[in-house]
């Protein structure tokens, strides 16, 4: 299991905001190509996203599914990219600085498809990718945050935050 860990300087509202807008996910999310549609309603539990997934050229068309949302603290996801496995992530988020702040916690457990036996060996890796994604988490969150205070509404940043439309993303 890969574990990563960052703080933000925006409460942790800010940060469940990006969380919530599915169409941020392909900036801020390694490997994330593009999102080409989403259920209104993200992140309720049964709700998902649908993705292109992969590095360079390869990539693959699957989805996310919300397991459990508890605004703003907590986000569990299924997330598959087959036909290589599926897998729990699990974002938790932690006040600090009397609440101007938050410490992201990012956990990532595969347990399907054939990435689950190369798991042990391929969690440097998945480690080192899920650092990247937290920096650029923490980077769109506290843009937006700083473009429209608390929350980051109305920011111009990536996303369409509030767009109840079902699709998104280029591609």
Same mark, same amino acid.
């Given at each position: ?16 905001? +990006?969380?919530? =807008? ?6 801020? +999310? /390694? ?21 292109? /997934? ?7 068309? =699957?989805?996310? +599914? ?9 986000? /569990?996801?299924? +997330?598959?990219?087959?036909? /290589? ?77 509030? =767009? ?8």
């Amino acid at each position: 299991m890969s574990l990563n860990e960052i703080t933000v300087d925006a409460p942790p509202q800010a940060v469940w905001d +990006v969380l919530a =807008d599915p169409p941020t996910y392909e900036y801020w +999310v /390694v490997g994330n190509k593009a999102i080409r549609s989403y259920d209104p309603g993200w992140p309720a539990p049964g709700t998902e996203f649908r993705h292109k /997934v992969g590095f360079g050229p390869v990539t693959v068309k =699957d989805k996310t +599914v919300s397991l459990e949302a508890e605004p703003p603290r907590r986000l /569990v996801l299924r +997330v598959r990219a087959l036909p /290589v496995g599926k897998g729990i992530v699990t974002f938790e988020l932690d006040p600090i600085r009397s609440g101007s702040a938050t410490v992201v916690r990012m956990g990532e457990q595969i347990d399907d498809g054939p990435a689950r036996f190369l798991a042990p060996a391929l969690d440097p890796l998945t480690h080192l990718r899920n650092a990247e994604t937290l920096r650029r988490l923490r980077r769109l969150a506290e843009e937006r945050y700083r473009a429209g205070g608390a929350g980051g509404a109305g920011s111009a940043s990536p996303g369409r935050a509030g =767009d109840s439309g079902h699709e998104a993303g280029r591609g």
